[in-house]
């Protein structure tokens, strides 16, 4: 029988890594809506964070199995209706002009099929999930920021290479107040569904 464990770490805040210099073009999500970009944000699978395009291509065997055993493990918990695969969410009003982010895995509280024409809101979500292979720093700094202020209760990044589950909770003020990271053998509870263990490992490819 999997038992809980007190958290091992909490993790301090890592800070932003700075902008490229020169200043690149930063995009909006109105200029990503052109039938150009859009054929572009199709064929590249591109994202918008923070005025960035970034590129969803490339990812690795490891990405790519840890991706799924993750949604297996999340649609098991909460049931495959409520779990949706690189979707695009709202952000804080704040950041919505200049981001449109397609996380890895995010769980609703109401059935995907329900969000006919509009993203899904900060307040539609109990989990979001991002697998990290080459991305961890990216994903636990901008992308944390970007959730937090968002107002997102929680939080995962799935670290393949370092083997551990990094669990970000209780955003205040545009940071997450609590992030604990659990080994491969250590389980934490989805505050979505607080009955349910969810050992690392189960997420993670042998």
Not at 10 to 31: A, F, G, I, S, Y
Not at 95 to 110: A, G, K, Q, W
Not at 188 to 205: N, R
Request: include cysteine; charge should be negative.
């Amino acid at each position: 029988m999997i038992k809980s464990v007190m958290p091992t770490l909490l993790t301090p805040v890592l800070d932003m890594p700075p902008r490229p210099v020169p200043p690149r073009k930063r995009w909006t999500r109105e200029e990503c809506a052109t039938p150009e970009m859009a054929c572009l944000f199709e064929k590249e699978r591109l994202e918008l964070v923070d005025g960035e395009l970034i590129s969803k291509m490339g990812k690795n065997r490891p990405h790519i199995n840890g991706f799924r055993l993750m949604l297996f493990r999340l649609a098991e918990t909460f049931g495959k209706q409520f779990v949706d695969a690189e979707a695009p969410i709202d952000v804080s009003p704040v950041d919505n002009p200049l981001s449109e982010p397609e996380p890895d895995l995010i769980v609703l509280n109401r059935e995907c099929a329900t969000f006919v024409s509009a993203n899904p809101q900060p307040q539609d979500i109990h989990l979001v999930v991002e697998i990290a292979d080459s991305t961890l720093t990216f994903d636990l700094t901008v992308k944390a920021a970007l959730y937090a202020r968002a107002g997102i209760v929680e939080y995962w990044v799935l670290d393949v290479t370092g083997r551990r589950l990094f669990c970000h909770r209780s955003p205040v003020s545009g940071r997450y107040g609590s992030v604990v990271v659990y080994n491969e053998n250590e389980s934490v509870a989805p505050l979505g569904a607080p009955e349910a263990l969810f050992l690392a490992a189960q997420a993670l490819p042998a």
